[in-house]
Every structure is written in C-alpha cells, then in structure tokens.
C-alpha cells in the first residue's frame, strides 16, 4: 500500500536549536516527494519539493530536506529554528498510477517552538 | 493572485442538511481535488478531477458528491451532512500530475455537523 509516514506528531524545540523532521516514504510512492507547511488557521503551502536530480533540495526560509532512496527517507531540517516557524508540517509524496495531481499525505508533525 | 478560492470559510450544518463547497481556481489547472483534513489524520483525499467532465473517487468518497462542468470550478456537495463529516476541507489544483508540479491549496473550509 502507498504510505507516508511521519514518524513524531509533535515536536517541540528551543529558539535558535536545531530541528528535524522525519518522513518515510514506501517504495510504491511515486519519488516525487514534498514538504508542506501550515500555520494555524491557513491553507498548506509548498515548502519545498524534490523531483529528480540533487538528493538536497533547499527552501528559502532556511529549511532543507534530503532524498534517501536506501533508506526511503525524505527528513525535514532546519539548524536554527524561529518563534515564526511554529506550524504544522505535512510531508506527501507523489501518487504512482492514474491518480495524477494527487498527493498521499502522512498525518503530520507539530512544530512547536519556544523562547 | 486569487489562486485556490474556498467559499464558505466557515460553517455550521445540522445532521440531514445538505450544502456545496465552493472551489474556483484562476490558473486554468486541469487537475483539481478535495481532501479533507481531520486531527492526526493528515490530508484525506476525497475527489479528484483531472479535467473538464472527469472526476474520480478518492480514499474517502463516501457521503460527497462532485461535478466538474467548467475547468474554474469544483464544487463539493453534502448532500445528507453526518457528524462525521465534520472537518476541515481543502481544494487544490495542479497543472499536471503530481510528479512535477506543484499542487496549489485554497484556505481551507471549516464545517461543523451538529
């Protein structure tokens, strides 16, 4: 079965520490791979995306993820984390077969960063 | 830039009624779709529409209907609500699969089923 998972629901963390996110992917997701963010009460928007090529893919906010195909993994990274970047974080991969534009999402992990 | 437009953003239904979501994109996406996001659950996906007069089932279908008759718009209707169904539903759209585009999400649809 097509999965995503997120490993840790809530995550807290210190201003100014650093943070990562976990995802694993199953092998029957499409390798197209995306980080969404949503802050409370909004919409989800693309953080950052990897489609092929380099295995690190960077957002501009300072976030970075990196493509682990042996280890099916698509970990979210941060290495000094803000007050601003409290959110939720979805990762979703890409749906292999005849769903296109659609994502499989796993259920999220809570940012919760402290002063 | 409108993007992903989502009306109503907020509302309260009692069990048996019935009422639409509204979904309108101005970026002339053929793909369009409907999740629905509940605590701990993620994003569930409900309908799919990959153009004008195609739509398709999701993982969760059951009590939604959808119809896709201009390329703009994607209506999500309820058509007997059920507390269940309480939730937070998103629209999106892409340009093409999920492969190599991004998928664009309105604000999203608070509905509340008493």
């Known amino acids: 079965a097509q999965s995503v998972t997120q490993l840790d629901s809530q995550v807290p963390v210190f201003e100014e520490a650093p943070v990562e996110l976990r995802c694993n992917y199953s092998?029957?997701?499409?390798?197209?791979l995306f980080w969404y963010v949503q802050y409370p009460n909004q919409g989800l928007q693309l953080l950052l995306k990897?489609?092929?090529?380099?295995?690190l893919v960077e957002s501009i906010n300072g976030f970075e993820a990196e493509f682990n195909k042996s280890q099916t993994s698509f970990h979210l990274r941060k290495p000094s984390v803000h007050i601003s970047d409290t959110a939720e974080y979805f990762c979703?991969?890409?749906?292999?077969?005849?769903?296109?534009?659609?994502?499989?999402f796993g259920k999220g992990t809570k940012l919760s960063v402290k002063p | 830039n409108a993007g992903v437009t989502q009306t109503p953003k907020f509302q309260v239904l009692k069990t048996g009624q019935s009422m639409t979501l509204q979904c309108a994109q101005d970026?002339?996406?053929?793909?369009m779709s409907w999740y629905r996001q509940d605590p701990g659950m993620g994003l569930r996906l409900i309908h799919y529409?990959?153009?004008?007069?195609?739509?398709d089932q999701g993982e969760v279908p059951n009590g939604y209907n959808v119809s896709r008759s201009t390329t703009e718009d994607f209506p999500l209707r309820l058509l007997s609500a059920a507390p269940s169904q309480t939730s937070v539903y998103f629209c999106?759209?892409?340009?093409?699969?999920?492969?190599?585009?991004?998928?664009?999400f309105g604000e999203g649809s608070w509905l509340t089923v008493v």
């Open positions: 999106a759209s892409s340009s093409g699969s999920a492969g190599g585009n991004t998928i664009y």
């Open positions: 092998s029957s997701v499409s390798v197209y």
């Open positions: 990897y489609l092929s090529g380099s295995t």
């Open positions: 979703a991969g890409g749906v292999t077969g005849g769903s296109q534009g659609n994502l499989i």
């Open positions: 970026m002339n996406h053929e793909y």
């Open positions: 529409s990959v153009g004008a007069g195609i739509t």
